[in-house]
């Protein structure tokens, strides 16, 4: 494993979780309303990018 | 000196080890066979309350921690890795314990009369392992997610101070949880229950709870960063326990400052006010 990918991992599982617990489970539960609320977590998953992308934009510098 | 710290780093990892082991095991036990020690309220109407649902639920931040946790072994060694693990369980799993069963035993009004009117705070569904009556995985859960936050902040600010990092961890966490909260005490998952009729909700989640989450992850994420100059300082052995010590104190200072809200709220905010959005 590179050191970036390891660099990366705990993003990946973060992103993983909220990916399970927020999202896939608002879309189980067939409430639309918890998918509209879903905007006020948007932080989550575009500071995830963020990191991966510089972590992984070192890599190629 | 130097050879016997890490004798003394690893004595303290295996004994956090050995003390989270037992504590889940005895509580695992307590709550599933023993449930009227501790008033279990019963789990009448929840969905995948089976104990092999549970266990295979269980299993999903499981592997999202030990993912954390072998990055947290490879960055901060054995010791660093334990201390982040057993800190954060041990930090959360009491703050959490502490508020379950103040609602249980209706003991929140012994901080003010004027809480005589709380109805309780919350309690969690579904688990198969359990630290307390808090589920094992919701204690891990703040660990890997206390983790990751501030493993993020430190990524995309790493000139700036702990303390920046520790908000914007913070930040991230409330961030998390303003939709995971309404999600999983939706009708359909009920992972915990909310009895609380404290005055400012949002998303029908008492505005406190998100407090919390912002506090505890930050401030954890400062305590952590004072653990190599508290163990330069005190020793590994005695170090440890002064780390742990001042997550106490960091505990009863959260809880301290959500009872001052609670009071202020319960006397000035009437009647209580919930901020929804499409009825959640």
Known sequence: MSKKTFAALPIFA??????????????????????????????????????????????EA | ?????????????????????????ASTVLHHLFPQVLSVPPNDGVNFSGYLQMFLLDLVPIGIGAVCFYHALGKYG?????????????????????????????????????????????????????????????????????????????VLLPRLSIWVKAALGGFLALSLDLWLDPVQVHPYWQSWKWISNESIKLFSIPLSNFAGWFLVIGLFAVAFDRLPRITARWGVRKGSGLFFLLLIALKAAVLTL??????????????????TLWGV
């Not at chain 2, 799993?93 to 609602?103: I, K, Q, R």
């Open chain 2, 1 to 25: 000196m130097d050879a016997a710290l890490p004798a003394e780093e690893k004595n303290v990892s295996l004994a956090i080890g050995i003390f989270m082991a037992a504590v889940i095991a």
């Open chain 2, 258 to 275: 959500l009872m001052v809200y609670g009071v202020i709220a319960m006397k000035y905010v009437v009647p209580p006010v919930n901020f």
């Open chain 1, 14 to 59: 973060f992103l993983a979780y909220w990916t399970w617990a927020c999202l896939l489970c608002a879309l189980i539960t067939r409430d639309p309303r918890l998918l509209k609320i879903g905007f006020v977590s948007l932080p989550v998953p575009l500071a995830c990018a963020l990191g991966l992308r510089r972590i992984f934009s070192e890599e």
């Open chain 2, 78 to 154: 054995r010791y660093g890795a334990m201390m982040f693990l057993g800190g954060s369980f041990f930090f959360t799993g009491l703050a959490e314990n502490v508020w379950v069963l103040l609602g249980r035993y209706h003991l929140i009004s012994a901080f003010s009369s004027q809480l005589k009117d709380v109805s309780g705070t919350y309690y969690f569904t579904r688990g198969f392992f359990w630290w307390g009556e808090i589920p094992a995985v919701i204690c891990l859960s703040w660990f890997f997610i206390a983790y990751a936050c501030v493993h993020i902040a430190d």
